[in-house]
C-alpha cells in the first residue's frame, strides 16, 4: 500500500498518542491498585516524627506510679521513695542479669547502676520506663518493690532491672529530661 507523506504523518501523531494515553491510563490503574500497598509499607508517621510528651509530676505522689501512652507505647513513671531509692542502690552489679543500663540517655555501653538507671542525678526519683517485657512484650504489673510481668513471671526490681524469670534485658528508658515540675518524654 502506498501512503503520502501526510497519511504517514496522520498515522505517526495518531499512533503517538494512543501509545501515550494507553501508558497514562495503565499507570493510573497500577497506581491506584499499588497505593494501599505503598502507604502500608511506608514508615509510620510517629518513628518519622517523634513528638515530645510533657507530663506534670506534681500529682504523682511518692511511692506511685503513673503509666501513660507515648506514641502508642505504655510507660511508666515512677517517683521513687528514698528507701526505694536504697534498695535499689544496695543490689550489685553482679547479681544483675543484664549488666546493661538501657538508658537511652546515655552511651549504650553504661553500666546498670541504679544511678544511671533515673532520669538524672539530681532527680534520683523519677524512673521513667517503657512498659514492654524484654521476654515478649507484655505490660508488667506495678508491685510494691518493682514490676512483676504475669505472661511467665519475669520480676523487674524498682529500677525496673531483670532479677528473675525468662526475660533478658532491663526495661528500657526512653529519652526524656526533668525540668521543674514535668517530665518531658521524647525529643
Ligand atoms: S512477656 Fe514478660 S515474662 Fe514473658
Not at 499507570?27 to 510528651?53: A, E, M, N
Not at 543490689?91 to 537511652?104: G, H, Q, T
Not at 546498670?112 to 520506663?129: E, G, H, T, Y
Request: aromatic share 8%; with cysteine.
Amino acid at each position: 500500500m502506498h501512503l503520502n507523506l501526510a497519511q504517514v504523518m496522520n498515522r505517526f501523531i495518531y499512533n503517538k498518542v494512543f501509545q501515550k494515553k494507553t501508558w497514562m491510563v495503565l499507570s493510573l490503574c497500577c497506581g491506584l491498585v499499588l497505593w494501599p500497598t505503598i502507604t502500608q509499607l511506608l514508615p509510620d508517621k510517629r518513628i518519622l516524627k517523634p513528638s515530645k510528651l510533657k507530663i506534670n509530676l506534681r500529682y504523682i505522689s511518692p511511692g506511685k506510679v503513673l503509666t501513660i501512652n507515648w506514641r502508642g507505647i505504655p510507660i511508666f513513671i515512677k517517683n521513687r521513695t528514698k528507701s526505694e531509692i536504697r534498695s535499689s542502690r544496695s543490689i550489685k552489679l553482679s547479681e544483675l542479669k543484664d549488666i546493661l543500663a538501657r538508658n537511652d540517655n546515655l552511651d549504650v555501653k553504661t553500666l546498670a547502676f541504679d544511678r544511671n538507671r533515673c532520669v538524672d542525678k539530681s532527680c534520683a526519683n523519677w524512673l521513667v520506663l517503657i512498659a514492654s517485657c524484654s521476654h515478649l512484650g507484655c505490660v508488667p504489673e506495678v508491685k510494691d518493690n518493682g514490676w512483676y510481668c504475669t505472661c511467665h513471671g519475669s520480676f523487674y526490681d524498682n529500677s525496673g532491672r531483670i532479677i528473675h524469670g525468662p526475660a533478658p534485658y532491663n526495661l528500657r528508658i526512653p529519652i526524656c529530661k526533668c525540668k521543674s515540675n514535668f517530665m518531658i518524654i521524647g525529643k
